[in-house]
């Protein structure tokens, strides 16, 4: 069993910055594939980072270049750096977690564990 449990989410400017933290807990090692989810009401969640137990990462085409995801495998932490964040980033962010290497079913990425989500507002 594992347990993902977010933290990070605020209120924010757009243009500003904020980090999100997801502590794993449980049976995680590091041979783990993670993710950042996003969603907002009345639309499909959409993925926003992949990152591979190996650490390298992808990520949507809207984030590249502002968003960096890292992990730490000594304290099974998920990290999302969000910089110049712009006003489409107000969502609930979720983290989740996949034994494993990274794999896709059709075009979608699996995940089994997933947390509770932390909220991302932008002001203007």
């Known amino acids: 069993q594992v347990q993902l449990v977010e933290s990070g989410g605020d209120s924010v400017q757009a243009g500003g910055s904020l980090r999100l933290s997801c502590a794993a807990a449980g049976d995680i090692y590091s041979g783990y594939c993670m993710g950042w989810f996003r969603e907002v009401p009345g639309k499909e969640r959409e993925g926003v980072a992949i990152i591979d137990s190996g650490g390298i990462a992808s990520y949507r085409d809207s984030v590249k270049g502002r968003f960096t995801i890292s992990r730490d495998n000594v304290n099974n932490t998920l990290y999302l750096q969000m910089n110049n964040l712009k006003s489409e980033a107000a969502a609930m962010y979720y983290c989740?977690?996949?034994?494993?290497?990274?794999?896709?079913?059709?075009?979608?990425?699996?995940?089994?564990?997933w947390g509770q989500g932390t909220r991302v507002t932008i002001s203007s």
């Open positions: 989740a977690a996949e034994k494993g290497a990274c794999r896709k079913e059709g075009s979608e990425y699996v995940f089994t564990y």
